[in-house]
């Protein structure tokens, strides 16, 4: 989509003293623009050329909220949702020092620890990039993850080309094997798509998440996938600090794979190339391609 786009959008939503957009890198799945206002100032828009849904940016306003107001987290001030479009407080990129790793470990543990919830899910579906979370209430939290967080990819067109019989055979034994390779985890309130591009901060240099798929789930979803998408050198004193503040076993690297299968598996079902998505699926499931 170009950025003259999502200055007719802005427009036709009320916001006639945009002056121009100016295109930001980074989404995968939407357009964003950083767009200037006649006083100077700038806001940040995103809108997708057809939205998947009429709530997709509704789902991720609220996520928004949750994490601010439930999760203690910062987040940037919403300044106007609709179908077509999300207008967002302008954030800093991420400083890259140990300190700002360690205060972003203080506010994802308290976050974490903070919010525990009897269920598992959400009192709506939201949106991973393009897909639909599902987010349906389970009290199960091997139930709710099987179903609602790995099975529910293998319908996809693009994870049905990439994963073969025995691959799918597999991803079926690793979930109802579930309970033996995880710990029994209560529910909390997770960000669910936390990745580096989705950490930010805020013009005071405190750390701002961006992009949420909220949902009530195991804290360690939120972990597995910052753990696993190359985080940069300076964040090793978040995962020491995180796992000292949340009193996490010697054990949770090697749980780390297997939980972020969920996040393989969409990027498969999104993206075209998966960026090794594919080959990281099977290599994990290996152990699973034979009945014990």
Not at 3 to 29: F, K, M, Y
Not at 229 to 244: D, I, K, M, R
């Amino acid at each position: 989509m170009p950025t003259s786009l999502l200055l007719e959008r802005l427009h036709a939503a009320g916001l006639t003293d945009i002056a121009a957009v100016e295109p930001v890198t980074g989404g995968l799945a939407a357009t964003a623009g950083l767009a200037r206002r006649g006083d100077g100032t700038s806001v940040f828009v995103k809108a997708f050329g057809e939205p998947p849904s009429s709530d997709v940016f509704a789902a991720e306003a609220e996520g928004l909220t949750a994490l601010r107001e439930a999760g203690g987290v910062a987040t940037p001030k919403i300044i106007l949702t609709d179908r077509d479009l999300l207008v967002l407080s302008t954030l800093q990129p991420r400083p890259e020092t140990e300190s700002f790793w360690e205060q972003f470990a203080h506010a994802l543990a308290r976050m974490h620890t903070t919010t525990p919830h009897p269920r598992f899910g959400w009192h709506r579906d939201n949106w991973l990039g393009r897909r639909r979370q599902v987010n349906t209430w389970d009290d199960d939290g091997y139930e709710f993850f099987a179903q609602h967080r790995l099975l529910r990819w293998l319908g996809e067109h693009r994870v049905r080309q990439a994963l073969d019989a025995t691959d799918r055979a597999a991803l079926e034994r690793l979930c109802d094997r579930l309970p033996e390779l995880l710990p029994a985890k209560p529910a909390c309130l997770t960000h669910g798509d936390l990745w580096t591009l989705n950490i930010m901060a805020t013009p005071d240099g405190r750390p701002a998440l961006i992009d949420p798929a909220v949902s009530y789930t195991w804290a360690e979803v939120d972990l597995a996938h910052l753990w696993t998408t190359a985080p940069p050198p300076e964040a090793h004193v978040f995962f020491e600090l995180y796992a000292e503040l949340t009193g996490l076993d010697r054990d949770w690297r090697e749980r780390m794979p297997i939980l972020q299968l969920r996040q393989h598996l969409a990027v498969i079902a999104q993206f075209e190339p998966d960026w090794g998505a594919a080959d990281i699926v099977r290599a994990t499931l290996t152990p699973f391609r034979h009945r014990p």
